[in-house]
């Protein structure tokens, strides 16, 4: 699937002044401002900081860009805390990077009143990051849904289009009514 050309450069640049205007901080939001709302929509509320974002957007540098049905788009440069001994990129970096961009695509197909839960996961890394990479983004993209089951895949990948990791998921889809 393709995308239009996007300006990254402003919506990295908006991605910041929001996190500036929480103090860069991620936290939980409350159930009832879930109350009538979609993924996609819960999604889009965490970017003008209507809700908070995500903690795995704090723990990996990785800004919400771009929410869609069926695909997100994070970015992020690498921080010092996140490179290894070797000067490339942590494992845990990658993984949960991927997650987040899993996680989110998926959510953006539910339902006011819908969660999902992971049953399968799977991470590759292609090549090492190296420390000096600049900005990496992590991309969910929707592969296929039922009622039940919905199928992901994510991918990092620099600002040329390399890709150095990829993940694929499939989640089950509840109504929360049920739990």
């Known amino acids: 699937m393709t ?3 996007i300006d990254w450069a402003c919506r990295q640049q908006t991605s910041l002044q929001r996190a500036l205007a929480i103090d860069g901080k991620s936290g939980l939001a409350r159930m009832q401002q879930f109350v009538g709302n979609g993924g996609r929509e819960i999604l889009r509320r965490t970017m003008p900081a209507d809700l908070p974002f995500h903690s ?3 723990v990996t540098d990785m800004r919400l860009l771009e929410v869609n049905v069926g ?4 970015d992020g ?3 010092p805390d996140h490179i290894c001994s070797q000067s490339t990129a942590q ?3 990658f993984a949960a990077s991927l997650d987040l961009a899993l996680g989110c695509a998926v959510q953006t197909t539910l339902q006011a009143g819908q969660s999902y ?3 399968e996961i799977s991470f590759s ?3 090492p990051v190296p420390y000096e990479i600049g900005t990496l983004r992590a991309v969910g993209v929707l592969l296929d849904e039922n009622r039940e089951f919905v199928r992901a895949e994510a991918y990092i990948e620099d600002e040329a289009g390399k890709r150095y990791a990829y993940a694929t998921t499939t989640s089950v889809v509840f109504d929360i009514q049920k739990i």
């Not at 695909?71 to 994070?74: P, Q, S």
């Open 56 to 58: 795995l957007s704090e």
């Open 77 to 79: 440069v690498p921080l």
């Open 125 to 127: 890394i292609v090549r």
């Open 117 to 119: 839960s992971t049953a």
């Open 71 to 74: 695909h997100v788009v994070f």
């Open 3 to 5: 995308y239009p050309s």
């Open 91 to 93: 494992l845990y970096r």
